[in-house]
């Protein structure tokens, strides 16, 4: 089957897939950070697949249609992908729809796991609005994190894929229509600051929210993103934000009743 895939790290299992079962990828579109495609573009080297970062227009993806393209699939990609004469159009969104449309659902998943799962939708003129083809729950267990979460989104979306491709025909026409909706706005830096006066209990709710992404601290008057740190209460009569250790690979800081162990190798500046 001759594909357009557009996507970025979080489901590039579905790339590999489409890739190990034959399928013709005549083009991959993927958004411009590196950090975010670093998987996409080491499959797309290996398999000598033609890459594109920019927008691509109407005329663009219809010409890409009249080569024989026969399905588009959407993958983590930020740019809407306009409506076409394509045969099939999908989208793999992280949330079990209608609940958790937008950007960066996974966060907002760690406080409601009741919608943690992987839907299948058509494309059409809104994000994350079309029809809904397949679902399939995610379950989260009670330690998890925006990166374990991450991982089971990145190996339950390929087994939802597997069986859209058992019979996409009937899966594609069998499609329903998404109905009182919520919509999770795009997370900002200032939800993933971490303040000094917050308790332990909180903290550890904020790193689990992020993961790998990291929170945001203020260290001498300067903003660091941290992303592997150790929590611990701990009663003390110092001011939080007083470091109360410090050597070559680790950095220890007072919170309000307990202690942050930052491993200095997670640390990175914050770009100004």
């Given at each position: 089957m001759k594909i357009v895939y557009f996507g970025n790290n979080l489901f590039s299992s579905c790339l590999k897939y489409l890739l190990d079962e034959g399928h013709q990828i005549l083009r991959v579109y993927k958004n411009s950070s590196s950090h975010d495609s670093s998987i996409i573009d080491r499959l797309c080297e290996k398999n000598s697949?033609?890459?594109?970062e920019h927008k691509p227009n109407?005329?663009?993806?219809?010409?890409?249609?009249?080569?024989?393209?026969?399905?588009f699939i959407v993958a983590e990609y930020s740019y809407l992908v306009p409506d076409t004469d394509v045969k099939y159009a999908i989208n793999i969104h992280p949330t079990l729809l209608p609940n958790g449309r937008g950007p960066t659902p996974l966060p907002y998943l760690i406080r409601t796991?009741?919608?943690s799962g992987v839907t299948i939708h058509k494309i059409c003129e809104g994000f994350d609005s079309g029809d809904i083809i397949l679902q399939a729950k995610v379950p989260q267990s009670i330690n998890e994190s925006f990166t374990t979460l991450m991982i089971k989104m990145h190996l339950e979306s390929v087994k939802l894929l597997k069986v859209f491709f058992q019979d996409i025909e009937y899966y594609y026409q069998s499609a329903y229509s998404q109905v009182d909706h919520s919509y999770w706005p795009k997370i900002n830096g200032t939800d993933r600051i971490l303040d000094w006066n917050s308790s332990i209990e909180f903290i550890q709710k904020q790193m689990k929210r992020f993961g790998h992404i990291g929170l945001i601290v203020k260290l001498d008057q300067e903003l660091w993103v941290i992303s592997h740190v150790e929590i611990i209460d701990y009663k003390h009569?110092?001011?939080?934000?007083?470091?109360?250790?410090?050597?070559?690979?680790?950095?220890a800081v007072n919170a309000l009743d307990g202690i942050v162990c930052i491993h200095k190798s997670s640390m990175s500046a914050m770009p100004i």
């Open positions: 697949l033609s890459l594109y109407l005329s663009e993806l219809n010409q890409l249609v009249s080569l024989g393209v026969e399905i796991p009741e919608f009569t110092l001011q939080p934000g007083h470091v109360a250790f410090e050597d070559d690979s680790l950095l």
